[in-house]
């Protein structure tokens, strides 16, 4: 399975700034996801990020709010921007393997203030 | 489109009993179904998984979940929980083949507490 890292672990920002969110694969994938952890609930997918193609977001969520790169087959970045209160959540990004399941990342627990 | 419904939001049990956890999912195409684990303070865990054989699947650490398409159901169970089992879990399910179908859809999760 692969092994995944996400900088940082957490974080607490100020209102109306923006935070970029690293994850690092220990191996080469295809699929990247980004989803996001409200307090209490449950995962909702923010957005898939394949290498070499723009980021596909799901309803409710959009490029200019959160900005996702995807340089290599091992390297994902999700931005944050413009934050509010309500975006306070953890952050999770996954992968997917041949094994069609899909492996998380340890999350950012992001609060803004 | 799939949906997944975690019918408790909250399980409390004591150390050494039985214990089952329910998911029911909708879907209009054959689904993989997943059982997730996220200890306090940490990232998720794949605890369990249906992909296609039979239909009762089990982890190391002594749990199973049984598939059973005619309820549209994928129950967790573990005949004696132990306090290190308390942590939130979480049904997911995709669609099969991959491609455009790989997005997994979560329950809301499912607080298991285990009491001495």
């Known amino acids: 399975s692969a092994v995944i890292s996400q900088k940082p672990s957490r974080d607490i920002c100020q209102r109306g700034t923006s935070l970029t969110i690293q994850c690092q694969v220990d191996s080469q994938v295809t699929m990247m996801f980004w989803y996001r952890q409200q307090p209490g609930q449950s995962l909702t997918l923010i957005a898939t990020a394949n290498q070499g193609s723009e980021a596909t977001y799901e309803s409710g969520f959009v490029i200019d709010k959160f900005p996702i790169s995807r340089p290599n087959l091992t390297f994902s970045t999700l931005t944050v921007s413009n934050m509010s209160p309500e975006d306070s959540s953890i952050y999770l990004c996954?992968?997917?393997?041949?094994?069609?399941?899909?492996?998380f990342g340890p999350g950012t627990r992001l609060t803004v203030l | 489109a799939q949906s997944v419904t975690q019918l408790d939001s909250q399980v409390p049990v004591f150390e050494e009993a039985p214990v089952e956890l329910r998911c029911n999912y909708s879907s209009s195409v054959s689904v993989y179904l997943f059982w997730y684990v996220q200890y306090p303070n940490q990232g998720l865990q794949l605890l369990l998984k249906y992909l296609s054989g039979s239909t009762l699947v089990e982890s190391i650490n002594g749990f199973e979940a049984e598939f059973n398409k005619s309820q549209t159901s994928f129950h967790l169970r573990k005949p004696s929980v132990h306090i290190s089992d308390t942590a939130e879990y979480f049904c997911a399910v995709s669609a099969r083949g991959g491609g455009s179908n790989y997005k997994l859809t979560f329950g809301k999760g499912t607080l298991l507490t285990v009491n001495p």
């Open positions: 996954s992968v997917e393997d041949f094994g069609d399941e899909q492996f």
